[in-house]
């Protein structure tokens, strides 16, 4: 029986790549030029370290460039409140991967109210649809593309 998955992963090394060279960017800045502005990436948080609130607001914006230009959709962007000090501001940037149940259970419920000949399933992180027609299935992928939902959404492992 014709089947595909529903994920929402982000390619770890496009995002190291989109850190490199957004670090780059800052040391050739001029607004940025000995400010010690950088970004560490330590699994999938991104740390932005700065010296005032209104540096972070731009590394964010390269950051959110970066990221586009190299193919990763900036919904994953989990971006938490900055810390402030007299002398630093920090900033977390997580990146969201993986459906969870609530998400998980919409998808499922758009694609039982679609009238479409197919059913889904929630298998940990990702949503198997299956279906007797590989039609029924592209048709699915298209609803679920089109479909609002706060995580991006990859389809992978389409068996016919």
Known sequence: MPSFDTVSEVN???????????????GQRFDFKDSGA???????TVTLHAQVDF????????LKGRLGKRGIDIACLDVKEPRTTL???????????????????K???LVKDSKLKVQASLQGDKLRVTGKS????????????TSKVEVPLQF????D
């Not at 790549?17 to 960017?25: G, K, L, P, S, V």
């Not at 950088?38 to 999938?44: I, K, N, S």
């Open 38 to 44: 950088r970004y560490e990436l330590e699994e999938l």
């Open 134 to 145: 590989r039609d029924d299935l592209q048709a699915a992928m298209q609803m679920l593309r």
């Open 156 to 159: 992978n492992n389409f068996r």
């Open 55 to 62: 540096q972070l607001k731009q590394m964010l914006d390269i």
């Open 87 to 105: 002398a630093t501001a920090q900033q977390e940037v997580l990146l969201k991967q993986g459906i969870d149940q609530e998400t998980g259970k």
């Open 107 to 109: 998808l499922a419920k």
């Open 12 to 26: 770890a090394h496009e995002v190291a790549n989109a850190i490199d060279q957004a670090n780059r960017e800052l």
